[in-house]
């Protein structure tokens, strides 16, 4: 599937350590984070049940989803910490100037 790339923060509106709960398009929940001055997007929904992940604590790459205490790395997607096993969705990201795009598929 092709991608088309959608502009969802500007590059100072995330600083490190943080977190932006974005919506591209409807029924879509990215959640934009930077570790260490690197941003990375992962679907905003704990696979355990639905939980809204950015309402947690970023911690390093970890992302700690508030119902439960499961936590997933922002970087992989991989679930870490149960009760969640399935990866989180990851997006591909890309900075054009100031400027994140996460790509969603068309």
């Known amino acids: ?9 500007r590059v100072g509106d995330v600083p490190p350590g943080t977190t932006k709960r974005m919506s591209p398009q409807r ?3 990215v959640l934009v984070c930077n570790v260490d001055g690197t941003i990375y997007a992962i679907r905003d929904a704990c696979t355990h ?3 809204i992940l950015g309402f947690g604590d970023l911690e390093g790459s970890l992302i700690d989803c508030p119902r439960h205490g499961a936590k997933f790395d922002v970087i992989t997607g991989e679930a870490v910490v149960p009760p969640a096993v ?3 969705h990851v997006y591909p990201v890309r900075v054009q100037g100031d ?8």
Do not use: C, F, N
């Open 1 to 9: 599937m092709a991608l088309r790339y959608v502009k969802v923060a």
């Open 27 to 29: 029924g879509e929940h």
């Open 49 to 51: 049940d639905g939980g």
């Open 86 to 88: 399935t990866p989180v």
């Open 99 to 106: 400027d994140i795009e996460v790509g969603l598929e068309e």
